[in-house]
């Protein structure tokens, strides 16, 4: 069965995919967000091309090829554009044949712990504690992440002494019997990143995403190696030899691909396989409420290594106003702290018409 039209619909934030086959038989996917419309240019010009005329079923030889044939271009722009490709063609594939797409990927439907995910840092530590104990009381959660220190922040903090009120603030307030999380996004040297785990440490935080500039690997080993705590990260990377590098030298604890940025659930699929060959437990990133959540979920009821829980962002329209309105039906439903994967067919979410008739409209055919 050939591909034989692919489209995109796109604003500056999300871009989504259909891939049509020769039967008609269609599917739904995703681009990553973030720059999408760029995204679903390069698309059209260095994947749509490759892809026409495929098999729309069997398609990880594809990836392959796109991969070959826009040797040049390595990098994030160009698996955040396959990625439009791999999540249409499951969705198609799982719509043929009933079944969802964990299913077709060797997982089941079923529950997901999640942790709440919080994406700011210009928040006070007062007032983030007492959004968690919020959402703790509304929908169930008893895991959460917070913030430390400032994006890529050259060792300072988002404002002087944050680091150090947020952290036992919050914990204090989240109390005993919840995990708790903190990110630091690239902020800090090995040696302050070290003194900020132990603080964590000190304060019975158990996870410590991405402290060191994620592209050093050598130097997130130092704080993986000096740490009790588990050390994490991943979610930048998207070409294999990266993975292969940061597992093979041990330079972190729990591995964080995330689906959208890896170039689909086929390659991310691969990296949990070369994770769990290693030991290592799969938490992927997934920091908003578009596709990638849900793929994130029907990734983690498939994979062996499947890490404790699902991030689940909580932030809101003041923070992520372009993830309202994707969808006809809501996917993401908080229950005792759970989300469910259905057994509805393919993703088993339909795009809204209404996004669909506002969004930018491109298509590639045979």
């Known amino acids: 069965m050939k591909i034989t039209r ?9 871009g989504f995919v259909r891939a049509t086959s020769e039967t008609g038989a269609t ?26 005329g495929t098999n729309a ?15 040049k271009y390595p990098g994030s722009y160009l698996r955040r554009a396959m990625t439009g490709l791999d999540t249409a063609l499951l969705d198609l594939r799982g719509k043929l044949e009933g079944k969802p797409v964990t299913a077709l990927l060797g997982g089941t439907p079923g529950k997901l712990r999640c942790y709440a995910s919080s994406m700011k840092r210009d928040i006070t530590p007062e007032d983030e504690a007492k959004r968690f104990l919020k959402l703790r009381d509304a929908h169930g959660f008893d895991a959460f992440k917070w913030r430390v220190g400032a994006e890529c922040g050259r060792d300072k903090d988002e404002w002087p002494g944050r680091t150090e009120a947020v952290v ?19 902020c800090y040297s090995p040696k302050r990143a070290i003194e900020v785990g132990r603080l964590l440490e000190q304060n019975g935080i158990g996870h410590f995403e991405e402290p060191c500039p994620y592209w050093e690997f050598e130097q997130t080993k130092q704080v993986t190696d000096a740490l009790s705590i588990d050390v994490t990260g991943g979610e930048q990377d998207c070409e294999f030899t990266a993975w292969k590098t940061m597992i093979a030298m041990r330079a972190v604890d729990i591995i964080q691909p995330d689906v959208m940025y ?29 596709l990638v959540t849900l793929c994130t979920m029907h990734l983690l009821r498939a994979i062996p290594n499947a890490g404790k829980y699902l991030e ?13 309105g994707l969808f006809r039906n809501d996917p993401y439903v908080v229950k005792d702290g759970h989300v ?3 057994d509805a067919p393919g993703w088993g ?18």
């Open 6 to 14: 692919l489209e995109t619909f796109c604003n500056e934030f999300v």
């Open 27 to 52: 599917g739904w996917g995703q681009v990553s967000t973030y720059n999408a419309d760029i995204t679903c240019e390069i698309f059209h010009r260095q994947v749509a091309r490759h892809a026409l």
């Open 57 to 71: 079923l069997d398609f990880a030889d594809t990836l392959n090829l796109i991969g070959e044939r826009e040797h």
């Open 168 to 186: 036992p603030v919050v914990s204090k307030a989240l109390g005993d019997g919840v995990d708790k999380l903190v990110d630091g996004n690239s």
């Open 262 to 290: 890896m170039g689909g659930m086929l390659r991310s699929m691969e990296v949990a396989r070369m994770g769990a060959a290693a030991g290592l437990p799969c938490t992927p990133h997934a920091a908003n409420l578009s």
């Open 312 to 324: 689940f962002s909580i932030e809101e329209a003041d923070y992520y106003p372009w993830q309202y």
């Open 340 to 342: 469910t994967v259905t």
């Open 349 to 366: 979410v339909e795009i809204s018409p209404a996004w669909l008739d506002k969004a930018k409209h491109q298509a590639s055919s045979l």
